[in-house]
């Protein structure tokens, strides 16, 4: 039911040509609906667009795209992916998205889509018929043709367009749209034309049928063979009404529209008839709201001026299209930006020279007080130079005692060195008979072969020497488990030779010593090189090794007292050095905050004397600047009334602007009365008595400067000159 209402308003309801008959259209229809179908149908928000199938169809198929029904916002999202593609592709799209623009959008979607389909567009100019019919074109991907209209246009240079956009239709069997405007029909016969192309498929003339199989080249057999029982010229014809859509835009106020429809009545019989008369208030307000927004922003009658214009717009009746209104826009928003460039360059002069005594004032404060601050900053630099010196001094008497301190620590050190190697002297003789014996058993252990070794963990019932030499070995070492396993155990480490030559003889104490002395006594002859060596190989430099270590343990005991004298004497010889490290690092670091507390003496003491200088010459200008503001106070007043004034011009001059602009484009054909009349009821409507045209918009001296060159003094004349 919904589908069949909205295909009832398209035939129907898309030609009613006023409001008035709009409404009762909408009271009778949309009663019946509800009353015999219960069904709510409101025409302006039901749309049907053909867009979302045509994405999924390929390109160049035959294939007729099917309408869905879209919401409003759904439309306005192809609508705008459409301007993008057509604003990159071709040029600037100037366009508002009004409930008008919407719905024609979505008709001519409609009527373009299907095969054939043409549309006669009539409304006043400016409602968007060409911005909207060559969007839809675009977005249905449609071939777009319309006349090059140059001064001499004839009936030769249109058919030649015409064949051009028949030609694309039918041998290029391209879906082509021919777009046909009011200043395209210089002459008659192009209505004509279009007429019988509406009506028939072709003009009279425009091609013999011997023509069209040459235009059709290779596609003929295949045409041919597609319309069975059809000649080749009722085939092309076919073919142009399939491909072909016409749109006629034309302005319905124009003279000749009633007498150019009634005597083409295919503009009727064959094309879907849009009326485009107006806008709805809404639509105009939301022009207003979007054109306007940036120039009125700052403006706080910016409610009371929109009104204001749509009304006089509507004043003016039939008299002004849409086209009128965005003239009139556009015409107020340069006057309006033009005066306020100028109001705001004088007020800017005036706030420029008030801002100039401002900021002397703020310059003089400043003055004043950084003379303050530098007299603060005099006696900040004078004590801190004062103790910036406090401090070299102080450094300096604590360098001199480091010094001291330092000469005394080198004659200490080098008296406990010479003590030090006394006590080195002294424990190397008590070494000197022993230290041999040690290093030549050493030598003998670390040349016991592996072979040697092997042999010895081999036995298994080894000699009595053996067992008595490495049962003191184990006894050294630390070992308690004496067995024959566990001496084998002991000799099968991997390094063991190099545990016996590395093995501390400190580690010896005097009871273990005892106990090797007493084993080695009682067993003497176990340690004696013909026998133990004839024992064993690796056995022999063992024993060797055993009572060289047990010598050179009972040395080392009785040295013990001279070593730990001689470790406290390299302690407190270290101790020594470091605090004279010490002393020399603390020296250093002090010879060089001497050098930048100095330095920062030197800087202070300078700071000071520049202070003094700086401080003198502010004084000084400051006396020169408070002498030139007590000049200049009588100057800032008579500024500030200036800006004043100028401020208060400036709320009026939205509405001046406002009405300037309606004069210059609805006026601009009219006579001194209806110019008179006219500007008489904008005046009331707007509440501005005392609007002057041409004292808002000129000068005296243009208008002397004028009259001097020899333009008539009268009104209308001078008013003429203005909007030109």
């Not at 592709?89 to 919407?102: C, S």
């Not at 485009?276 to 120039?295: D, F, G, H, P, R």
């Not at 706080?300 to 003239?327: D, N, T, V």
């Amino acid at each position: 039911i919904e589908i069949i209402a909205y295909e009832i308003c398209r035939v129907f309801r898309d030609r009613i040509v006023n409001f008035e008959s709009l409404s009762k259209f909408d009271n009778l229809f949309l009663g019946l609906l509800r009353q015999h179908f219960k069904l709510n149908f409101n025409p302006k928000e039901v749309f049907y667009s053909s867009i979302p199938h045509l994405k999924e169809i390929k390109e160049g198929s035959k294939e007729i795209p099917y309408l869905t029904r879209l919401s409003v916002e759904d439309l306005k999202t192809i609508i705008q992916g459409g301007l993008v593609a057509y604003e990159r592709e071709y040029t600037e799209l100037k366009i508002h998205l009004l409930d008008e623009v919407l719905a024609l959008v979505s008709q001519l979607d409609r009527i373009l889509s299907r095969p054939g389909g043409s549309a006669l567009l009539a409304g006043r100019s400016g409602i968007a018929k060409r911005t909207c019919t060559l969007l839809v074109g675009v977005m249905l991907r449609l071939q777009i043709f319309q006349p090059q209209v140059t001064r001499d246009y004839t009936v030769r240079e249109f058919k030649k367009d015409l064949r051009l956009a028949i030609e694309n239709a039918a041998v290029q069997g391209k879906p082509t749209l021919l777009f046909i405007e009011d200043h395209h029909l210089t002459q008659r016969e192009f209505l004509e034309m279009l007429n019988s192309l509406l009506s028939s498929g072709e003009v009279p003339g425009l091609y013999r049928p011997e023509e069209i199989e040459g235009l059709l080249g290779n596609n003929a057999e295949e045409i041919r063979r597609e319309n069975f029982g059809k000649s080749l010229y009722e085939c092309f014809v076919a073919r142009v009404q399939s491909n072909l859509r016409i749109v006629l835009s034309f302005e319905c106020t124009h003279p000749n529209f009633a007498s150019n429809t009634a005597s083409n009545p295919a503009l009727f019989s064959r094309c879907s008839i849009i009326w485009l008369e107006n806008w709805s208030k809404e639509s105009y307000q939301a022009i207003v709201n979007a054109e306007l927004e940036e120039t009125l922003e700052k403006t706080q009658s910016k409610e009371e001026i929109q009104s204001q214009l749509i009304a006089i717009h509507r004043s003016m009746g039939s008299k002004a299209s849409p086209r009128h209104f965005f003239a009139l826009i556009e015409t107020f928003k340069n006057i309006f930006g033009s005066k306020v460039k100028n109001r705001g360059n004088q007020t800017s002069h005036l706030q420029a020279g008030l801002q100039k005594l401002v900021e002397a004032q703020t310059t003089v404060d400043e003055l004043t007080s950084q003379a303050h601050q530098k007299k603060s900053e005099l006696a900040s630099k004078q004590a801190e130079a004062d103790q910036a010196l406090k401090e070299i001094t102080k450094a300096m008497e604590k360098a001199a005692e480091r010094k001291q301190e330092a000469e005394s620590l080198q004659q200490v050190l080098e008296q406990e060195e010479v003590v030090l190697q006394k006590a080195k002297a002294k424990i190397d003789d008590e070494l000197k008979d022993v230290q041999p014996l040690i290093d030549e058993a050493k030598k003998s252990v670390g040349s016991i072969k592996k072979g040697d070794l092997d042999e010895l963990r081999s036995l298994r019932m080894p000699p009595e020497a053996i067992v008595d030499v490495l049962t003191v070995l184990l006894q050294i070492v630390g070992e308690s488990d004496v067995s024959w396993a566990g001496m084998k155990k002991f000799l099968s480490q991997r390094t063991v030779i190099e545990s016996i030559l590395d093995f501390d003889p400190r580690r010896i104490d005097a009871q273990t010593r005892e106990k090797v002395n007493l084993s080695i006594a009682k067993k003497s002859a176990s340690f004696e090189k013909s026998v133990i060596y004839r024992a064993s190989l690796a056995a022999g430099p063992i024993a060797d090794w055993i009572k060289a270590i047990v010598k050179y343990s009972e040395v080392l005991e009785s040295i013990r007292p001279l070593e730990e004298e001689q470790n406290k004497l390299k302690k407190k010889l270290e101790t020594s050095k470091t605090r004279l490290e010490q002393c020399k690092s603390q020296l250093i670091e002090l010879d060089k905050k001497v050098a930048e507390l100095k330095e920062n003496f030197q800087r202070r003491t300078a700071e000071a004397e520049t202070l003094k200088l700086d401080l003198k010459k502010a004084e000084d200008t400051l006396a020169v600047a408070q002498n030139l503001l007590s000049k200049l106070g009588d100057e800032k007043n008579r500024w500030e009334g200036q800006v004043q004034t100028l401020q208060q011009q400036l709320k009026f001059l939205p509405f001046d602007s406002l009405l300037a602009a309606a004069f210059t484009i609805y006026l601009s054909d009219a006579d001194e009365v209806v110019r008179e009349n006219t500007l008489k009821e904008w005046k009331i409507l707007t509440k501005n008595t005392s609007f002057d045209y041409m004292k808002f918009i000129s000068t005296e001296s243009q208008i002397l400067k004028w009259k001097s060159e020899g333009l008539p003094g009268d009104s209308l004349s001078l008013e003429n000159s203005l909007m030109i």
